[in-house]
């Protein structure tokens, strides 16, 4: 006798389960997958492409540079020529390096990055104070003289937000900045034209280094304060409230201490400034030579150089250690603070060195 019952059971299970593999293979499914598998390949090639990225750029000779400069455009290797030639190549390492300009980035992986935009910054502020000097003080021979039209352009380009992405972008604004001062170099370079000028004088270096030596001042200030501080206030105090219980605590100072999420950005921060000051400073003491030679402060300045080199020595450990002072971790903000302190030091005595007669 046939078992109709189980037949029929069995017929239904077989069709369930064919029902099942057919689903399994749907093509949704099948999308999916693919879908999922491309988005992890994605992320996992830019997490590498952002550590590639991530590298800071070597140093290089400025004297070579400036040499080979010159030599390839035909202009005369004249006093001021490497301090602009050696402006104009760090600001466009901001431009050329891996990955390009990464501040203003919206999409993956330059938007996951906050240390090289860290270190951009920090050269940008450099190549700030020093197209503001040429402007200013290397390029007029007194007060009361006109300034250079073309670094009157570069000045305010190199002024421009650093995270503007369009209308205009940030690299289109300082890709006109190096434009301008290269067109000043094509004047200063060619006898011919004499309409440029450089002028190497101790008061016009000593104001350019008294803007380093605040810029540094600041950023030791900021990188000591990872463990926290307590500073005298500075403000003016006013009399009338000399007695109140606030004002005591006013004058008495208050805590400071950098955020935990920024503090690999003021490291970073403090790594682009000595990389792109210790280049200026290198074409500096090609261009100054005399007049540092007349003060005796050749020694003090390469003093400076070698303290802002040492800033930028490899770090090894994968994320920015924050220890206390005496702790077990390091701390390598305050290890940072140390170099950065020394070359403000040197900055400070070397300012004195040419102010003396």
């Known amino acids: 006798m046939l078992d109709w019952k189980n037949r029929t059971a069995g017929a239904r299970d077989g069709a369930a389960g064919a029902a099942t593999t057919s689903q399994s293979k749907s093509p949704g499914s099948l999308v999916t997958r693919t ?46 020529y490497t301090t602009v030639e050696t402006l104009k190549q760090v600001a466009g390492t901001l431009l050329d390096k891996p990955g390009g300009y990464l501040s203003n980035d919206l999409a993956p992986p330059g938007l996951w990055l906050d240390n090289m935009p860290s270190w951009e910054f920090g050269v940008l502020v450099q190549v700030r104070d020093m197209s503001r000097a040429l402007r200013k003080d290397f390029t007029r ?45 094509e004047r200063l370079g060619d006898p011919g034209k004499g309409s440029a000028q450089f002028y190497t004088r101790a008061d016009n270096l000593n104001n350019w280094l008294g803007d380093a030596a605040t810029r540094l001042g600041s950023l030791s200030q900021r990188l000591s304060a990872s463990v926290g501080q307590v500073r005298l206030n500075t403000a003016v ?31 970073y921060e403090a790594r682009g400034q000595a990389w792109a000051l210790a280049h200026l400073l290198r074409a500096i003491e090609v261009d100054f030579a005399d007049v540092l030679a007349k003060k005796n402060a050749t020694v003090s300045v390469r003093q400076i150089i070698r303290e802002l080199e040492a800033a930028q020595e490899p770090l090894w450990s994968p994320m920015i250690l924050n220890g206390s002072g005496y702790g077990l971790l390091a701390n390598h903000s305050l290890v940072m603070a140390n170099y950065i302190s020394r070359a403000n030091a040197g900055l400070i005595d070397l300012r004195q060195l040419l102010s003396q007669g």
Do not use: C
Request: no cysteine.
């Open 35 to 80: 879908v999922a598998g491309l988005l992890g390949l994605y992320l996992v090639i830019a997490v590498v492409v952002g550590w590639y990225w991530s590298q800071e750029p070597a140093q290089f000779s400025v004297q070579q540079r400036a040499e080979a400069a010159a030599q390839t455009s035909g202009r005369k290797l004249v006093n001021g």
């Open 141 to 185: 021979s007194q007060s009361q003289s006109t300034e250079d039209p073309d670094l009157a352009k570069a000045e305010p380009r190199f002024h421009f937000d650093h995270k503007s992405w369009a209308l205009p972008a940030s690299e289109a604004e300082y890709a006109e900045g190096i434009k301008s001062l290269d067109r000043y170099l």
């Open 237 to 267: 105090v006013d009399p009338a409230l000399a007695d109140s219980v606030a004002q005591a605590d006013f004058i008495e100072g208050v805590n400071y201490e950098t955020p935990w999420l920024q503090i690999d950005n003021v490291f």
